[in-house]
């Protein structure tokens, strides 16, 4: 991948692939300081991906370093505030975890918040299906 780093901070950067049309999101390993903090973090976040022109491009979520958490408190404030910020308004969705329960948990939240997106621990097998025609089973 011919990635550029358009925008990095202590929890996430932001990579962008103009060739085959995609931003990748990676998750750092560091923990978000607080409930409140998230706010600011996911504008900044969003900002970026809103320059960018978001349905020219297919999201990679790489979530594999985050830490997990699935605190009912924070699982409300991602659903209804952060991850729409997040995910939406790009073409497809993928979304790279490290571990099967990484991928539960993931459906969960794509049943909750109504955004489709691909779920997978294979990199590779996420990339086909956010430059390809291949559609989420």
């Known amino acids: 991948m011919t990635d550029k780093q358009i925008f990095q901070d202590a929890y996430f950067t932001v990579l962008v692939d103009e060739q085959r049309g995609i931003v990748?999101?990676?998750?750092?390993?560091?923990?978000f300081p607080s409930l409140?903090?998230?706010?600011?973090?996911?504008t900044r976040l969003g900002d970026v991906l809103d320059a960018l022109g978001r349905s020219r491009y297919g999201l990679l979520a790489d979530l594999r370093a985050g830490p997990g958490r699935n605190d009912p408190e924070f699982e409300v404030v991602m659903e209804q505030r952060h991850r729409p910020r997040w995910v939406g308004g790009f073409r497809k969705v993928g979304v790279l975890v490290r571990s099967t329960v990484g991928v539960m948990q993931i459906q969960r939240h794509a049943r909750s918040d109504g955004f489709e997106r691909m779920i997978s621990k294979d990199e590779d097998e996420l990339l086909t299906y956010l430059t390809g025609d291949v559609q989420v089973i």
């Open 36 to 42: 409140e903090e998230l706010g600011a973090i996911f």
């Open 24 to 31: 990748r999101t990676i998750r750092s390993s560091t923990p």
